[in-house]
């Protein structure tokens, strides 16, 4: 069956790093639409980054914008999340998603994305 994994999470300090790794099996996504989200507790679900199929669309949410940087590697059927300068609003868990359907219904949606990891926790201290 077709498993997203993340991977990388932990405890940091604010300013600190961490990157986050989301391994796809089952099926190749090399042609889909793949995206970081995060939830944090009490708060629903938001974007944070997508990239295109070839790498070279990206866009990013206002918060993480200059500090995150989402990048894949079709080869190994992964996609990964940069974190640089992090801050205790960074705290939360870390989705990967992967848009199989292409719908167009928006890469910042949620709604656009049809398979999920089960997330990985990130945690920064002040």
Not at 91 to 112: E, K
């Amino acid at each position: 069956q077709v498993q997203l994994v993340e991977s990388g999470g932990g405890l940091v300090q604010a300013g600190g790093s961490l990157r986050l790794a989301c391994a796809a099996s089952g099926r190749s996504f090399s042609r889909n639409p793949l995206a970081w989200f995060r939830q944090a507790p009490g708060k629903e679900r938001e974007f944070v980054a997508f990239i295109a199929w070839s790498g070279y669309s990206t866009g990013y949410a206002d918060s993480v914008k200059d500090r995150f940087t989402i990048s894949r590697d079709n080869a190994k059927n992964t996609v990964y999340l940069q974190m640089n300068s992090l801050k205790p609003e960074d705290t939360a868990v870390y989705y990967c998603a992967a848009d199989s359907l292409l719908r167009g219904l928006g890469a910042r949606s949620a709604r656009n994305y049809d398979y999920w990891g089960h997330g990985t926790q990130v945690t920064v201290s002040s």
